[in-house]
């Protein structure tokens, strides 16, 4: 590597640095979250004169919300909405977006019904609006939460400027299976990493004030244990005692409440034999009682329906009479309010005292929306002109995208490549499909738009350089690609192999029974490696997937995910060293299918595994996963030294600290992601080998040394004690520190209030 090459890569990586702190300063980044209740007297008085004035028949309208024809997120379809909501029978649309769509549709009901009742906006802007950034688990991967706020600001602020003002985001489903495809959609298998991403993700959306014309209400989902679908079958039944549910898939859920969600999504699958949109116990009791809720629930896509299937209920009125005792406020496109919940009330089956503060719930979003004093707010042609696809948002998606990415192996160096290669051999069937480098849920993105990682290689070098063939499809059998694909290979110095999956193999109804790469695409690998030319290979997937294989035999594998718009700059900015890559997996990587469910924070059991036959491991396969959780390489090297506890002991009230030296030892600057793990050594239940505790981010020039302290408290501590208080007790504790959760530096210290 030349000296100039090196310059070039520091200033790269100094200038991503610096557009990632420029845009986290910038004035539309907002920080405090606005409590949804907070001071807002003026506004309960406004809603108690409406709700006088409201018939029942108009109040079960504000709890309903349908879906327009625009664009289809479910299995049923409505004709007829606009004269529904001519009728006074609608409170919200979604999948309805841009300027004049929304003004049409808004005039409808602010001109046409008897109140006048502005309809909210919803859609699923899940990871990027126009602009796509990469998907959720790939964002989680840059361990970057101001990144991830900002990527949110941005999805605000186009999403606002095309007419909408409710966003079905943050998924906040701890997911364990990588069988299940919207595992893509969370942040991955760790309960408080979730927990942070997700207080970032509804700070982005709704900023300090609701009322802002940039800012729109979140919503948290899918209210609860969505991600424990048996088997990782999407939709399918969830059996999880009520200690891991409080503990793994609650709390991020709380976090958002604390955060000031305005809204929460009831989700498809049954909680302990009660199908989530009529459980009281999550509703009632945890969401609103327990944690103080003030904002509204809305159900999944048909989801009141959904429980006659589930044999619940017997009937769709009785459907819907469950979900509004159990704590539903709207119901999403079933249609079942309407239909019959007036009749319920005046059965006495349903309590009007219920309908009203559902109602109340929904007049306040709109109120706090800013909705009742102007309607039309978020109908600002000039501000849709010039915000989708802002020069600052493709040049941030750019950089965000060359963050998520992971580098899962790098043998003798074989990345970053050089600019000076003379010919490369960019080849696999995902290296030039527009259409997947936006990958699933990427909603109103164009993928006309987006760059391929050809595309991307192209723009880094002199294209006579640049060669391409396709090998093959990502499904299916047909090897007639090969020949060509292994022909350029011989003739280049260089292979790119893009594989992977397709982007509707992942994402809601994507489940896969296998997680191989799927195909003839792992056979290409092997003819091309076959050549003895470096082949890097390049993964697009939205889910782990099974590279026992060519974690073996690839020289260099880099996990792209599905990069979003800019993808193919991203990719190439990592290929060729001009960013090095920082990301650190959120989710573990199997060896194979037969280890899932597989996670870091697992328990000892009795018999932890060890050389003896009877003990907990397979005959086949080792216990440990191929890539842990918090893995990533770098383009560098780090070395942790000097590994300190500031006392032996922790009391009451107090705090002790755990630092750690962290030295750049390569030659080139990058980031680390220092993780702080915990592990309880005797509990009054049994505790997991290892938690995340803590984690952050730094960046080193070559040489460079920082010393990185974290701080425990009491609070770091607490779990779901054997009587299910939070609480932290008393005893001995060791605190790993290290590059990923495999880490083994360890200290001690004991808990003694
Ligand atoms: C069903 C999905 O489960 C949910 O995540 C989404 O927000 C709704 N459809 C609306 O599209």
Redesign the pocket.
Known sequence: MDASFTKNILTMNKKILLILLALSMSSFHQVAAQKINDDNTAIESKIDALLQQMTLEEKIGQMTLYTSDWDV??PTMRSGYRKDIEAGKVGAI?NAYSVDYVRELQSIAVENTRLKIPLMFGY?VIHGHRTIFPMPLAQAATWNMEAIEHSERIAATEATAEGLNWT?TPMVDVARDPRWGRIMEGAGEDTYLTSRIAVARVKGFQGDNLAADNTMVACA??YAAYGAALAGRDYNTVDVSDRVLRETYLPPFKACVDAGVGTF?TSFNEVDGIPATGNEYLLREILKKEWDFDGFVVT??TSIAEMVPHGIVADNKEAGELAVNAGVDMDMQSGIFNDYLAQSVKEGKVKISDIDDAVRRILRIKMMLGLFDDPYKYCDKQRQDTLIYHPEHLAFARAFAAESMILLKNQNQTLPLSKQTSTIAVIGPLADSKKDMIGAWSAAGDFNKSVTVLEGIKAKLPTQRVVFARGCEVDGDDRSGFDEAVTLARRSDAVVLVIGETKEMSG?AASRSEITVPGVQQQLAEALIATGKPVVVVLMNGRPLDLSWLDAHAPAILEAWFPGTQAGHAVADVLFGDYNPSGKLTVSFPRNLGQVPIFYNNKNTGRPMSADKYTSKYLDVANTPLYPFGYGLSYTTFQYDNLKISSPTLTNNQKIEVSVEVTNTGKMAGHEVVQLYVRDLVGSVTRPVKELKDFRKIYLEPGAQSVVTFGITPATLRFLTRDMQWAAEPGEFEVFVGTDSGTTQSVRFSYSP
Do not use: A, R, S, V
């Open positions: 997120t479910g979604f699923d079905f989902k899918h999504m999944d896509y809601e």
